[in-house]
C-alpha cells in the first residue's frame, strides 16, 4: 500500500485544516486507514483511524470532538478535518495502514511521508 499525505500548512490556534490521504495500492486487507502525528521531542502517537466500510472509527482522547476522520473510497481517499485546534496540535502527521482499527492503533503495517501541521498560538 502507498500512502501520500497532504494538507498541512499553518493556521492559527481555534482554526482549521482539512489533510487528505490518497491510498493506492492491491493490498486490499490492508485497508483500514488512520493518522498518527509526531510532535518535536516527542515520540509517535496515534490520532484516528477508519475502517474500509466506514462503519467504524477511532479517536485518541485528545482530539475526540475536535478531529473527525473520513473516507471517499471512490477516490481511494481519506480526510482528517481537524477543528478548533491548538498548540500541541502542532506535528508532523503521518497517513498508516493496516488490517484492522486495534492494528493501526498499536502499530501500523503502512506508513506515508508525514506532512507538517503548525498550529500557532
Known amino acids: 500500500v502507498q500512502l501520500q499525505a497532504s494538507g498541512g500548512g499553518l493556521v492559527q490556534a481555534g482554526g482549521s485544516l482539512r489533510l487528505s490521504c490518497a491510498a493506492s495500492g492491491r493490498t486490499l486487507s490492508m485497508r483500514t486507514i488512520g493518522w498518527s502525528r509526531q510532535a518535536p521531542g516527542k515520540e509517535r502517537e496515534f490520532v484516528a483511524a477508519?475502517?474500509?466500510?466506514?462503519?467504524?472509527?477511532s479517536y485518541a482522547d485528545y482530539v475526540k470532538g475536535r478531529f473527525t476522520i473520513s473516507r471517499d473510497n471512490a477516490k481511494d481517499t481519506v480526510y482528517l478535518q481537524m477543528n478548533n485546534m491548538k498548540f500541541e496540535d502542532t506535528a508532523v502527521y503521518y497517513c498508516t495502514a493496516g488490517r484492522s482499527i486495534w492494528g493501526v492503533r498499536s502499530n501500523p503495517d503502512f506508513w506515508g511521508q508525514g506532512t507538517l501541521v503548525t498550529v500557532s498560538s
Open positions: 477508519i475502517t474500509w466500510t466506514g462503519d467504524s472509527t
